[in-house]
Nanobody, 129 residues
Framework: QLQLVESGGGLVQAGGSLRLSCAAS????????IGWFRQAPGKEREFVGI????????YYADSVKGRFTVSRDNVKNTVYLQTNSLKPEDTAVYYC??????????????????????WGQGTQVTVSS
């Protein structure tokens, strides 16, 4: 059973950066695509980005493309979300999630929270103006 724990959130000024981490337990971690979602108060959970099981392919929401980067280290069982040029509208709780069935991450199928099998508890990111 895969378990995910996020960390690295915090308060940052607009234009700043944060690196979020998603640490996984379980030897099957390398078989999962890992996605990042976020949810702001009063809004639906929103897809941010995803990386495939090997780390060779990634896919991003238009709202973060060019500013956020997903990477993974399968030896350390960790996925990272590097967030740069942060904006106040990036303020949200950020979640990582694992999807065993997603092979091709570059499709809109990856943006559906319903296809993910396991979720972390979330980490708060607050961007001040």
């Amino acid at each position: 059973q895969l378990q995910l724990v996020e960390s690295g959130g915090g308060l940052v000024q607009a234009g700043g950066s944060l690196r979020l981490s998603c640490a996984a337990s379980g030897r099957i971690f390398s078989r999962y695509a890992i996605g990042w979602f976020r949810q702001a108060p009063g809004k639906e959970r929103e897809f941010v980005g995803i990386i495939n099981y090997s780390g060779e392919s990634a896919y991003y929401a238009d709202s973060v493309k060019g500013r956020f980067t997903v990477s993974r280290d399968n030896v350390k069982n960790t996925v990272y979300l590097q967030t740069n040029s942060l904006k106040p509208e990036d303020t949200a709780v950020y979640y990582c999630a694992g999807a065993y069935a997603i092979v091709d991450v570059t499709t809109t199928h990856s943006t559906d929270p319903g296809v993910y099998d396991v979720w972390g508890q979330g980490t708060q990111v607050t961007v001040s103006s």
